[in-house]
């Protein structure tokens, strides 16, 4: 099925590290989302993005849609270990389906 | 707790079997999305409802059927199961078809 490039596929860092993560498409999304799953856990949703070049910020998350459209950014500052699981992206498209397709998603690990 | 409720939370069954999930959305969400997780992939969009009617349709089987009901809850129903069905089967629902969805814990299927 169709999916979104997010990268990196997976991150171990130290606990106190920033975080960076994208999710790019070849088309061009009206909305983009952010999520955090756990291991047998439901996408529970961190940011979601409107507007393009839209800044958006979650604590020490902050997201921003890509001014062209075709991606989008997170960022997790001074990272905890409870940060630790899988990020997904999803953009929902301007074909006029509605439907939202997830990033391949970014497995991050912190270490204490 | 996102308010979307799904039952059950896991289901063993066996191949040839057939199965209903369902979903209960957020109370003033229109909108339902079905999407499948296969053990450590991303998320694959099912189908999504919106007020009663399909709107969108992804990778779904043929053996795979859903519809939204008058109160608005879902069933997706998959016949004739494959051992490779087994995954991670989540709902999640929105006010409107372009606003922010929220996941439900998901169902567990598993097909011996």
């Known amino acids: 099925g169709q999916q979104l490039n997010q990268s990196p596929q997976s991150m171990f860092i130290q606990e106190g590290e920033d975080v960076s993560m994208n999710c790019t498409s070849s088309?061009?999304?009206?909305?983009w989302l952010w999520y955090k799953q756990d291991p047998g856990e439901g996408p529970v949703l961190l940011i979601a993005?409107?507007?393009?070049?839209e800044l958006t910020s979650n604590g020490r998350l902050t997201a921003q849609f890509g001014i062209t459209r075709k991606d989008s950014f997170l960022n997790i500052s001074a990272s905890i270990p409870s940060d630790v699981g899988i990020y997904f992206c999803?953009?929902?498209?301007?074909?006029?389906?509605?439907?939202?397709?997830f990033g391949t998603g970014t497995r991050l690990k912190v270490l204490a | 707790d996102s308010g979307v409720t799904q039952t059950p939370k896991h289901l063993i069954t066996a191949t040839g079997q057939r199965v209903t999930l369902r979903c209960s959305p957020r109370?003033?969400?229109?909108?339902v999305y079905w999407y499948q997780q296969s053990l450590d992939q991303g998320l694959q969009f099912l189908i999504q409802?919106?007020?009663?009617?399909?709107?969108a349709k992804g990778n779904i089987l043929e053996r795979f059927s859903a519809q939204q009901f008058p109160d608005l809850h879902s069933e997706l129903n998959l016949s004739s199961l494959e051992l490779g069905d087994s995954a991670l089967y989540f709902c999640?629902?929105?006010?409107?078809?372009?606003?922010?969805?929220?996941f439900g814990q998901g169902t567990r299927l598993t097909v011996v």
């Open positions: 999640a629902s929105s006010v409107n078809m372009n606003t922010e969805a929220f």
């Open positions: 088309s061009i999304f009206n909305t």
């Open positions: 993005l409107y507007k393009a070049g």
């Open positions: 999803a953009g929902q498209s301007t074909s006029g389906t509605y439907k939202y397709i």
């Open positions: 109370s003033g969400d229109l909108s």
């Open positions: 409802y919106y007020n009663g009617e399909e709107r």
